[in-house]
Nanobody, 126 residues
Framework: QVQLLESGGGLVQAGDSLRLSCAAS????????VGWFRQAPGKEREFVAG????????SYGDFVKGRFTISRDNAKNTVTLQMNSLKPEDAAVYYC???????????????????WGQGTQVTVST
């Protein structure tokens, strides 16, 4: 069992940066791939970034285009999403998700993840 808690969301201006954190409890976190997803009102949840259990493999949504960086510290049970050059269209609720994996891969689909946080709101003003 893994419990996830996101933090770091807020209101920023276009072009600003935010650093989202996902804190996990549970002794199996280092065996989990972790992903960040987002959902804006009236839109489907979409993949933002993912990282494998070791941290060696990462993947990003096409819209990220070098602006975001995902990283993890298994010793501290945390995953971080550094978001730079934020745009108004990045505004959404951002969710952290985790799931155990036998191999060191990134999980891209939301439906695969068993564990989810409550989300943190990101608002970007023009």
């Amino acid at each position: 069992q893994v419990q996830l808690l996101e933090s770091g969301g807020g209101l920023v201006q276009a072009g600003d940066s935010l650093r989202l954190s996902c804190a996990a409890s549970g002794r199996t976190f280092s065996s989990c791939a972790v992903g960040w997803f987002r959902q804006a009102p009236g839109k489907e949840r979409e993949f933002v970034a993912g990282i494998s259990k070791s941290g060696r493999n990462t993947s990003y949504g096409d819209f990220v285009k070098g602006r975001f960086t995902i990283s993890r510290d298994n010793a501290k049970n945390t995953v971080t999403l550094q978001m730079n050059s934020l745009k108004p269209e990045d505004a959404a609720v951002y969710y952290c998700a985790a799931d155990g994996t036998a191999v060191d891969i990134v999980l891209l689909r939301a439906g695969i993840y068993d564990y989810w946080g409550q989300g943190t709101q990101v608002t970007v003003s023009t």
